[in-house]
């Protein structure tokens, strides 16, 4: 999860959806009362599918999560760290949901159920891009009482909404708004594109459902932005829709796979929207297209504006973003695009990304001994032309290379990946290790909190700014 300014975590490809679905469905949700039933009837009737998620590990020195990214529920107590959240159940096998950040770095995960019982509960798989991960609780029923998934993409501003959570550990709480608003985007994940509500949510809700007026599962309530760490009415939720492809492919593989395109883009705006003949800025314009991509193989050039992806529309970078992480690779993907004036149908077929622990054991071994500094939760490493070729760089490309990123570090939450090569440092080009540390300690000594650097990622460039008061 990240939060931007004043932003705070709520916390205390794919295989067939049809299959998944029907993996996922063993024992039949809870029958949900009649259309137009009162909002206590729905409550009453999907409360039973609400847990409350304990996680414990063990305490270290470290820079934590909660730290990081200002989780204020996340709290030390006598050796061990626990986290509090909330979850549903998606399965009547003992399937629950919930957000990744939840149980990041957990050694023991306990579920409470809505009458107060406790089981004990394994990681089925996790997926910190997309912030969800699932459970599975100890088989003590013949079937646990299920949710049942609603239709996020249908759901619209001013929509009426209900969030069921453990806000301050207070289980079984409810709190009722509407839609607010589609397509945010929070902070710099990667796949973030949130339905916002005004339900009053607050930390513990995290992990909750978001459910329609007929008590079915649109979101999955996540972050909240807010100045001093309680509700103001502006609350983000992952739609259903993800969360399931997400699920899917945890129950059938237990991770998920990425994909690459070659594609650089940006969103559209008003004026560059008019710019190329389009009547709505709704889509993301193609920046730059890297050689001997799956992008440059489909077709597409820059200047292209990308309007839909396999038959749904791309209302921003969020969007799109949202969409690419359920795409699968090898599988054929449609997009429809507006060239010069006129729409047309591409089809590409992504490419299976690197597994980013694999390629950093590669680094790791080409790097030279000893030659590591870390900041931020990144390893770095002075590049060479070999350590760039195994991060699949220019060879030429000079600066530091990101060889390992520590889960919810502050590099991570940037979306920094292993390969990257920090290129800048304030402007100015970076060669050396020594550099690096040195303005560190010059900004520590001038009592700044961030240095600004250029993260080179294959042929596209980022500024960003890094703390330099991290437990590294």
């Not at 949710?147 to 550990?169: H, K, M, N, Q, Y």
């Amino acid at each position: 999860m990240f939060r931007p300014p004043m932003l705070r975590s709520l916390f205390a490809g794919l295989a067939l959806l049809a299959t998944a679905d029907l993996a996922l469905a063993e024992c039949a949700p809870i029958p949900l009362p009649r259309p137009g039933a009162r909002r206590a009837e729905i409550v009453a009737a999907v409360m039973p599918a609400v847990v409350q998620v304990l996680a414990l590990s063990a305490a270290d020195n470290t820079e934590s999560y909660a730290e990081t990214l200002g989780d204020a529920m996340r709290q030390a107590q006598a050796g061990a760290k626990q986290a509090q959240g909330s979850g549903f159940i998606i399965a009547g096998s003992g399937l629950v949901m919930t957000n990744e950040h939840v149980i990041a770095q957990s050694t023991q995960i306990m579920v409470k159920l809505a009458d107060g019982s406790v089981r004990g509960a394994t990681l089925v798989g996790r997926d910190e891009r997309t912030d969800v991960a699932l459970l599975q609780i100890e088989a003590l029923a013949r079937c646990y009482p299920a949710l049942t998934w609603g239709d996020s993409d249908r759901i619209a501003a001013g929509d009426e909404v209900t969030a069921v959570g453990s806000p301050f550990g207070l289980g079984g709480s409810v709190s009722a708004g509407i839609i607010s608003g589609r397509g945010r985007s929070v902070g710099e994940g990667a796949y973030h594109d949130f339905l916002q509500t005004d339900a009053a949510i607050n930390q513990g809700n995290s992990g909750g459902p978001l459910l329609d007026s007929a008590g079915r599962v649109v979101g999955i309530n996540t972050a909240i932005l807010s100045p001093a760490g309680g509700n103001i009415g502006i609350g983000f939720s992952l739609p259903a829709a993800m969360a399931r492809r997400v699920a899917a492919e945890l129950v059938a593989r237990g991770r998920i796979s990425r994909i690459e395109l070659g594609l650089g883009v940006q969103g559209l705006t008003g004026d560059s929207a008019e710019a190329l003949g389009l009547a709505s800025h709704q889509g993301i314009l193609v920046m730059d297209v890297q050689p001997d991509s799956p992008a440059e193989r489909a077709g597409i050039l820059a200047a292209d504006a990308i309007l839909a992806v396999n038959g749904r529309p791309i209302s921003g970078m969020g969007a799109f973003s949202a969409e690419i992480a359920t795409l699968a690779p090898g599988r054929p993907v449609n997009l429809r695009v507006w060239r010069r004036g006129q729409p047309m149908a591409i089809e590409i077929v992504p490419d299976l990304k690197p597994d980013a622990a694999e390629r950093a054991r590669a680094l790791a071994a080409t790097a030279e001994p000893g030659s590591l500094v870390r900041f931020s939760g990144l390893d770095l490493a002075g590049t060479t032309s070999r350590l760039n070729d195994v991060a699949g760089q220019n060879e030429a490309a000079v600066g530091l290379i990101v060889v390992a990123v520590a889960p919810h570090s502050p590099g991570a939450a940037r979306g920094i990946a292993v390969g990257d090569i920090i290129v800048g440092l304030a402007g100015k080009p970076l060669g050396s290790t020594v550099q690096l540390t040195d303005a560190i300690a010059e900004a520590r000594a001038a009592g700044r909190r961030n240095i600004l650097v250029t993260v080179l990622h294959g042929k596209s460039t980022a500024w960003m700014a890094l703390p330099v008061n991290s437990n590294d």
